[in-house]
């Protein structure tokens, strides 16, 4: 094993400019598979933000009977695709719409709680229950309207919402998979080109190890090894270059998603995300150089 | 000496297509003797030698190996056939990127020889073939002899069974080619058998050893047949 080790050291030498450009190939699949990685994270929780955010707000008639309040709350409290109930009194009301116009006092001053209706908001575990949970509180009496905050792309009912949000889901995971496969396609197809390429100017050298009895393995060892160590050092490579880029983008992504936690919260948690990542790449990139380099030996056995 | 035959060819015929490179051969060599094969260009010479090596099949007929059907061996085991065979060739195949003591090495890893055991071996074979102070001396720095001896050194390194030399003279001065034969004696001598192809006449009525002649893929002759 130390000899093959030795050799492989001696053929990464022998071509660097190869070596080179095969760890660059697979740098920036790893690279882009990195940041695909990064955001079918975030796209999931920004899903699940979406899902789990105070998205339906019951606004309550002016003068409501307080047991019917207390009845529709408790209602709404045992049912199970319901979560995170509060009451919004008229007080607190006129409190959200005097922060959200900080920016101009005169406006809060203009207005007084009577205005303000009061109202029950939560959030449905899951989106696709919202539209039938919206239709049954409509038909509660003390129950005025019903507001849905979920909104992109200026979609106008709530099942182009649901349908939206699934949409970009699918885009990102789907494409962004796609995408990745058919950069480790091209990395896969480059390691063959190069293995088979070091083969061709290995072949007297095969020849004689075999004339001496060297084994399959005996040859094909050093050939994989090479092969495993550019698609470690590209993987390598991509991963660090895709965290740089991450870690300077962060603060502007953080400020424009705001409280939405598309991130880990803490370093340690973010490290411990990039990690799965790289140890994920590391095990595909060593299965593309396996398959490849022994696609590469097989076709150079054939022609011999 | 003698302890039954090492290598046996039994009626064996080799064609490439409509070229018959060896034709009906039958002989067997004991172990530990030392046989030249000899015969013009395109006799059969180094058919011969690939038959034994398992670079090949036979078309018709057997080549036992120790005993072993080589006509039978699957391809996976015709490596570990080889582990027990010596090579030595004109063009001496020594990988041109290792060292002297790398490329016996080589050989050594192949064969599945522990490391511990290595440096006495290379050492051991190296003065055997007189090239001990070449050591670390890359083949390009090597003369044509030098190289030759570096050649039996590697095939002598692995302990064979026997060591096939292909024409082992053919690139080199009169001199050189002399002691590069002298070694492979002294070689024998420590009870490895040896066949040698070679058209050179003059070495094989020096040496007198067991000849086996071939002419246009038939045996013609051998010296050792009673």
Known sequence: ?304 | MHQGPIVVFKFVSKSYGVIKAISDIDFSINKGEFVYLTGASGAGKTTILKLILGETKPTTGHVFFDGQDLALAKAKEIPFIRQNIGVVFQDFKILGERTAKENIEVALAVKGVKELEWSERIKHVLKLVGISRRSTAFPAQLSGGELQRLSLARAVALAPKIVLADEPTGNLDWETATSIVELLHKINKEGITIIMATHNRVIIDKMKRRTIVLKDGKLVSDSGKK
Do not use: C, H
Request: no cysteine; net charge neutral.
């Open chain 1, 1 to 304: 094993m130390n000899l093959a080790f030795k050799t492989t050291i001696n053929y990464l030498k022998r071509s660097p400019f190869q070596a080179l450009a095969a760890i660059l190939v697979m740098g920036l699949t790893f690279f882009v598979a990195t940041l695909i990685s990064i955001a079918i994270y975030s796209s999931g929780k920004l899903l699940n933000y979406l899902e789990t955010t105070p998205q339906v707000i019951v606004f309550l008639k002016n003068d409501p009977n307080e047991n019917a309040i207390s009845n529709l709350r408790s209602a709404l409290e045992n049912d199970n695709r319901i979560k995170d109930l509060r009451f919004v009194s008229k007080e607190e009301a006129l409190n959200i719409y005097k922060k959200a116009t900080s920016d101009n006092p005169l406006l809060g001053e203009l207005v007084s709680p009577s205005i303000f209706p009061a109202s029950l908001e939560f959030s449905v575990k899951n989106l696709s229950d919202t539209l039938p949970i919206i239709e049954e509180v409509k038909k509660e009496p003390v129950v005025e309207s019903v507001g849905f905050t979920a909104n992109l792309s200026g979609e106008k009912s709530l099942g182009e919402v649901i349908q939206r949000l699934k949409e970009i889901t699918v885009y990102i995971r789907v494409g962004g998979a796609g995408f990745a496969l058919f950069l480790a396609g091209i990395s896969f197809l480059v390691l063959t080109v190069v293995i088979s390429m070091r083969l061709n100017s290995r072949k007297e050298e095969i020849e004689i190890l075999e004339l001496i009895g060297a084994t399959g393995a005996f040859i094909k060892t050093p050939i994989v090894l090479e092969s495993i160590t550019y698609a470690i050092f590209g993987v390598i490579t991509g991963w660090i270059f895709a965290v740089i880029l991450l870690l300077y983008s962060t603060p502007t992504i953080l400020i424009y998603f705001g409280k939405i936690p598309i991130l880990p919260s803490n370093a340690l948690a973010l490290f411990g995300l990039l990690g799965i990542i790289l140890l994920g790449e590391l095990i595909v990139g060593i299965i593309i150089a396996i398959l490849g380099s022994l696609i590469a030996i097989g076709r150079a056995s054939a022609r011999r």
